[in-house]
């Protein structure tokens, strides 16, 4: 299968970076990839069998079980190969090999060349078929043992009963023969875990965990609480009723134990739960709590904010803050490999996976950014911001509020399923170079030609916040008009006659108010004395936030997309969309601007269906609100294609 191929020597660098791994293997047309199943998931997210520019005719997948999620996903790629491979270093690596297709579940499959596969039982008979039996191999590949060990090599290398004079190795797998000569895994006899490649003795763990003077009792686990994600967990008896900290926990084994070796969950329990045998029950231990916010500095930069949403979504977790280390949260080398890729999507600044290690929090990466490109990165400001690029679902489609910028909602990202890819459009003229476009139809039109060239046809989910909301209904209209298929328009916090400051100086404070206050800087130091420009970048350089790192030209190249923006939608009349809407309103504002819903009904020819948010309107791009509105668009998004809300014409809330 690889005979006849072109050797590749990867770098470091792209080999953990997924997109970027993905981009070397569509620009050099590489045919054969070698990968294990956790690092498969990362690439196929990355869009490894969907880039139209190039897919490998061939993929060998082996080091660790291959889960039958990933083995469907395979099996349905109509054209590329792929082949589940089995062996341990002691049988010379690969031992066995099966072909993925769809009319079989996942098996490690039949021995190759020069190997022979025996599944016996504790007395070393061959067990029948459907019955579990452990594993041996033998044949040239055997390996003569271990280099001085030779306990560990009589234990493992023993002679083979049906060939004399011949060894086999003793895998400690446990696996059964199906019927048609196929080998299926079962998983270990010994309990030897494997996560992410690495072969790991949970005993050599559990025993560095007990030499901790705070624990009693310890039991180590390999939990994919979500698909794809492999973690160690410990879970710890403490001594008496103190309760080892896990960060602590996590320092003490690093200085006993390789880094694939310590645990990236840590769970206190009163005792470690048996079954009636008096064996750990592991199905009775409990999952892992989402790690939490412990310190809670906020973030102070763009890249502040953006990783610790990154931060949150990729460990799992409701919040992290900009000085929690990444790794004490759960994070490890490939969920490092991705963060790499994503901040790479987002700001065009390439991040090694040293710098992450040595970093560690979403502050210390900051900062290392910044040392890089102390202006936004190359793709920060550019019309479509790739959010998460991965994902074989239709993407969504995100517009911008009024200061023309979409990272407001990396925050949602974690809310929302990953096999849908998330882009943010941006107004054009942020970088300064070229001027704001000043009409919103010509907004729109370049808006749909950006979403025609990543989605050439529907159905589109579009969606937005403040006059990102009345964007995205103008977007869908337009794009219904070309007659494409809208499966969801989500619009947030958004009225047909929004609320537009006076003319003359107090419409530039007001303009000015809106922008600081969107990145998150204090409306009350906002509002102490009268704004202007000069007084914008004062602020900025003495409170620091998220635009402290931008020059001076950029910040106002900021506010006059802002106010170009204002005035655009100030001469525009929505047009009609002809179909249903989900819709979040900030409960605390709306009375006060004298906004309704209602005011939605004559460019809306279909149901409005209401999800009350309790915040301001300015605060709905927080956590907490955007919390709320993911889960509602998540379930909004796993309803069935074609599913009216309700009846047109109406709204309910």
């Known amino acids: 299968m690889a005979d006849g191929h072109e050797l590749h020597l990867i770098s470091e660098a792209v080999r953990l970076d997924p997109g970027a791994l993905v981009d070397y293997v569509a620009a050099r047309r590489v045919d054969f990839l070698d990968v294990t199943p956790s690092y498969l998931h990362q690439l196929l997210a990355a869009g490894l069998l969907t880039d139209d520019r190039h897919r490998p005719k061939i993929l060998m997948v082996g080091g660790e079980a291959i889960d039958p999620a990933l083995w469907a996903q395979l099996a349905a790629v109509p054209d590329t190969r792929s082949y589940n491979f089995y062996g341990p270093t002691e049988c010379t690596v690969d031992a066995l090999s099966a072909p993925v297709t769809a009319d079989t579940p996942p098996v490690i499959g039949r021995p190759l060349r020069n190997v022979r596969a025996y599944l016996l039982d504790g007395q070393r008979n061959p067990v029948p078929v459907g019955v579990p039996g452990e594993l041996y191999l033998a044949g040239d590949q055997v390996a003569r043992g271990y280099l001085n060990r030779p306990e560990l090599t009589a234990d493992r290398f023993v002679a083979c009963p049906f060939e004399p004079g011949d060894r086999m190795y003793r895998t400690g797998d446990l696996a059964a023969w199906r019927p048609d000569g196929t080998i299926e895994y079962l998983g270990r006899v010994d309990g030897q875990l494997k996560v992410r490649g690495f072969r790991i003795e949970p005993g050599e763990v559990e025993a560095a965990l007990v030499a901790h003077p705070a624990v009693a009792r310890a039991a180590v686990v390999m939990r994919e609480d979500r698909p794809g994600?492999?973690?160690?967990?410990?879970?710890?008896?403490?001594?008496?009723a103190a309760v080892p900290d896990d960060a602590g926990m996590r320092r003490f084994l690093a200085a006993r134990l390789p880094e694939h070796l310590v645990p990236s969950g840590y769970v206190s329990v009163d005792a470690l739960p048996v079954t009636p045998h008096g064996k750990l029950d592991r199905a009775?231990?409990?999952?892992?709590?989402?790690?939490?916010?412990?310190?809670?500095?906020?973030?102070?930069?763009?890249?502040?904010?953006?990783l610790s949403a990154l931060f949150a979504e990729l460990l799992g977790v409701?919040?992290?803050?900009?000085?929690?280390?990444?790794?004490?949260?759960?994070g490890h080398s490939l969920l490092a490999a991705q963060l790499a890729g994503r901040v790479r999507a987002l700001f065009g600044i390439g991040l090694s996976i040293r710098t992450v290690f040595e970093s560690r929090s979403a502050a210390g990466l900051a900062r290392a950014l910044e040392g890089t490109d102390a202006q936004p990165g190359p793709g920060a400001l550019d019309v479509v911001l790739p959010l998460r690029s991965g994902g074989?679902?239709?993407p969504l489609f995100l517009l911008p509020p009024v200061s023309g910028l979409s990272w407001c909602y990396s925050v949602l990202l974690r809310h929302l399923d990953p096999a849908y890819p998330v882009y943010g459009l941006q107004s054009p003229g942020l970088s300064g170079t070229r001027p704001p476009v000043t009409t919103v139809e010509e907004l729109v039109a370049g808006y749909v030609a950006e979403i025609r060239s990543v989605q050439p046809s529907g159905p589109y989910h579009v969606m937005g916040y403040s006059m990102g909301g009345n964007l995205a209904h103008a977007v869908a209209a337009e794009l219904q008009r070309d007659g494409a298929d809208i499966g969801l328009l989500a619009m947030f916090d958004c009225y047909p006659r929004e609320w537009r400051p006076p003319d003359g100086p107090e419409r530039d404070r007001q303009l000015i108010r809106t922008v600081l206050i969107e990145f998150g800087y204090d409306p009350e130091v906002v509002d102490s004395?009268?704004?202007?420009?000069?007084?914008m970048i004062e602020i900025v350089r003495r409170e620091g936030g998220q635009l402290v790192d931008w020059d001076d030209r950029t910040i106002l190249a900021l506010l006059n997309v802002t106010r170009t923006n204002m005035n655009a939608y100030a001469a525009f009349t929505p047009p009609r969309f002809h179909g249903d809407v989900v819709f979040a309103t900030a409960t605390l504002t709306q009375a006060a601007y004298g906004w309704s819903l209602d005011d939605w009904l004559p460019y809306v020819d279909g149901h409005i269906e209401d999800h009350p948010v309790e915040c301001r309107h300015e605060h709905m791009t927080q956590p907490a609100p955007m919390a709320e509105i993911g889960r509602m668009l998540a379930a909004r998004l796993a309803t069935p294609a074609g599913t009216s809300l309700r009846r047109a014409g109406d709204v309910v809330r």
């Open 392 to 394: 074989d679902r239709s």
């Open 529 to 535: 004395q009268p704004l202007g420009e000069a007084r």
């Open 229 to 240: 994600d492999q973690r160690l967990v410990a879970y710890l008896v403490p001594v008496g």
């Open 318 to 330: 409701p919040l992290v803050g900009v000085d929690d280390d990444f790794f004490e949260l759960g």
């Open 284 to 306: 009775a231990l409990p999952a892992p709590e989402p790690a939490r916010m412990v310190r809670g500095r906020a973030p102070r930069s763009r890249y502040e904010v953006v």
